[in-house]
């Protein structure tokens, strides 16, 4: 900070500052104040707010006692003419103003390189390698060929992806990749963007994997998996862990979804209960998914599958579908395991054997009815729209972390140890 040194009075610290001079020499400037004249060395700090560039005296020196208002007289340094102006903000002007119409532009070119690069140049996964050598991995995209294509509903197609068998690695339990919940990236080579999804049954032993594939709105690269015929090629990534499945941690695990929030759950579900060797584990599953219609339910090859793993095994596995409402008579009948209405708290309770107490009959049957305790250790998976996981266990963090556990999850009491958001 620049002081004008005054061996006089203090009241004439708001004197008028009756001429300016100009001395040689970079980053001085003599003032002359009436009673003495110093020489102050300036700091680019200060003060932009002065209307008229030719009090440049203001543009660097700023006095200690900053007055509300008070007048300066100075020479325009061009025109040699005095200029009068009343002055109530100082703060830093450039010394030379064609610099604040050149800072602008070199800012509006940098915001739009950055845009440009962001925009066009690849990430290091968009422009991993594609590898016709060596096997499947996250580091390079693989070939595959479509093999089929069916329509399972409005803006729902089943997709079969087929891995050439030189390019499959070993499926082998001891290959830990493939491990439920595992999902891989596909990539649109038009527009270099790619997308997780989960195959639905994994990979079998001729390469094959099974995408439940719905097109949206903003969904780039769902329209073009739609739009593609049988024969043509679809490069994709992975495996990438989706969530580590361990066997007998949890005693219940409740699984919510919505829309194709399914699909892991699925994965998971179908290596556990497919398998040819009974389920001996003690964890018990409840998988309770909504739609907005029956007719937005997931395709019958995942809904008879998994009815029929209900059915085997009533003690280790429960099946409730949801539906916001049933619309016309073209649409899917629902079956009897579909309830009209969202997911809530009740239906959360009644998945863990409490009693809801939702009535003013319960309440007071609760005082002498035992509630049924919940399991020792518990989890919920939530995979689904944004508005629904929010609304069951609270949004996500920054950058897609876990965050805060919220919604219907959080008034129940459960915590991030408990919940857990895909």
Request: net charge positive; aromatic share 10%; charged share 20%.
């Amino acid at each position: 900070m620049a002081i004008i040194h005054n061996t006089k009075s203090s009241r004439y610290h708001k004197r008028i500052i009756g001429s300016v001079n100009w001395m040689a020499g970079r980053g001085t400037r003599p003032v002359r104040t009436g009673f003495e004249c110093v020489t102050k060395r300036v700091t680019r700090q200060g003060f932009p707010n002065l209307a008229d560039r030719s009090l440049t005296v203001f543009n660097y020196l700023m006095l200690p006692y900053s007055p509300n208002a008070f007048l300066a007289s100075s020479l325009d340094k061009r025109k040699g003419r005095p200029l009068n102006r009343r002055i109530s903000n100082l703060s830093y002007f450039p010394r030379n103003a064609r610099y604040t119409r050149v800072i602008p532009a070199i800012l509006g070119l940098g915001v739009l390189v950055g845009a440009s690069v962001y925009l066009l140049y690849p990430d290091p996964s968009r422009s991993a390698p594609t590898s016709t050598k060596k096997a499947l991995s996250a580091s390079h995209f693989t070939p595959t060929i479509v093999t089929s294509n069916e329509s399972c509903g409005p803006d729902s197609r089943l997709l079969e992806l087929t891995i050439p068998l030189h390019l499959l690695p070993s499926l082998s339990p001891s290959n830990s990749r493939f491990t439920p919940i595992w999902s891989v990236f596909v990539k649109d080579d038009e527009i270099q963007v790619e997308r997780p999804y989960t195959p639905l049954e994994g990979v079998d032993e001729h390469g094959r994997m099974l995408f439940w594939i719905k097109k949206y709105p903003k969904g780039e690269v769902g329209r073009w998996l739609h739009s593609k015929d049988l024969g043509e090629q679809v490069e994709l990534r992975g495996p990438l862990t989706t969530w580590p499945w361990k066997d007998d941690p949890w005693d219940e695990v409740v699984m919510i979804s919505g829309g194709t929030g399914i699909t892991p759950f699925y994965q998971l579900l179908y290596s556990l209960f497919s398998s040819q060797v009974n389920y001996a584990h003690n964890t018990h599953f409840t998988l309770l998914h909504s739609s907005r219609s029956p007719a937005d339910l997931p395709p019958l090859r995942i809904l008879d599958t998994l009815s029929i793993f209900a059915s085997q095994h009533p003690d280790k596995f429960a099946l409730h579908l949801f539906v916001d409402s049933i619309g016309g008579q073209d649409e899917r009948k629902p079956g009897p395991m579909v309830r009209i209405g969202r997911i809530g708290k009740s239906a959360i309770e009644q998945s863990l054997g409490l009693r809801s107490k939702g009535s003013w009959w319960d309440k007071i049957l609760s005082k002498y009815v035992a509630t049924v305790a919940p399991p020792k250790k518990t989890l919920f998976l939530v995979c689904g729209p944004d508005s629904m996981i929010n609304a069951i266990s609270g949004p996500y963090g920054r950058n897609f972390s876990q965050g805060s556990v919220g919604g219907v999850l959080g008034e129940m009491g459960f915590t991030s140890k408990e919940v857990w958001k895909m």
